[in-house]
């Protein structure tokens, strides 16, 4: 049932109503006409698709017509694990403490106070931070994983790489970084295999911010206006030319990829590899960001 805020929110903008709409028959719309109305409904304006100029169009122009296999298992929570230790090394992977198929399989006692629960094939629905085990709720945390199991998402946007992964849950080892308070998401951009630019998110479970940097640590002038504009003084991570190489090395042979990194002291860890950031709706701002980002992807380009 929707709450009187909800339904304010959708009124305030016809196009909030028909993306609704859109979301809610998605299963019935081929990949290419629900990409389109998409566009047009979440970024107001239509979408181009025979000649994308804009990262976000370029973006959309990959989900349909990139679909490596191989995408599936970099995807995959679980899988993505193998894939990036066959690569650089297990050292740059945080410890999986277990891998179920239902909620039931979970022994909870096994595990230490300390852990995060998710499922390996979307983002977010069903997640457990666990900070205290003492104060866990299991019948509730075990239905929270049932709804993301459940979940098709791919259907929301297409992001073909999420389409046959099979939904599995997996426990990783807790971490924080020197503030002691979160893990910082430091993201690399990455351009037919050349990293760009690093965008560091923070705040992520309490109103959720980010800063874009070059990498020789200078702010960049552009934000996402999707979330909320900030200007805290980030310190640049002790091995961030490390985390450059180490995505330079994963997107060999791309045409995009975002590599995501969590810095904790002198160690580094790859969190997850993004094909679709934003899925491809940033709300850049300034605007033309979007188009200067844009000329950087050649989608004709595979090579290193």
Known sequence: MMTTTKILYFLKSPRRILLGLLTHTSALWSDRIYLKWKFRFSMGRKLDLE?????????QWLKLYDRNPEYTVMADKVKAKEWIAK???????IPTLGVWDNPNEIDFEALPNQFVLKCNHNSGLGMYICKDKSKIDIPKVKADLRK?????YFLDGREWSYKNIPPRIIAEKYMTDE?????????IFCFN?????VEVDFNRHIQHKLNPYDFDWNPLNFCDSSKNDYDADIKKPVRLEDMRKIAAELSKNMKFLRVDFYSIYDKIYVGELTLYPGSGYIQFEPKEVDLRLGRLLDLGRTEK
Not at 179 to 187: A, Q, T, V
């Open 87 to 93: 690569r650089i090394g297990a050292e740059y992977i």
């Open 179 to 187: 503030s002691g308070i979160e893990l910082k998401d430091y993201k």
């Open 148 to 152: 993301g199991l459940k979940q098709n």
């Open 51 to 59: 000649n994308p100029q804009t990262l976000n169009e370029k973006l």
């Open 193 to 197: 295999g050349k990293p760009e630019y």
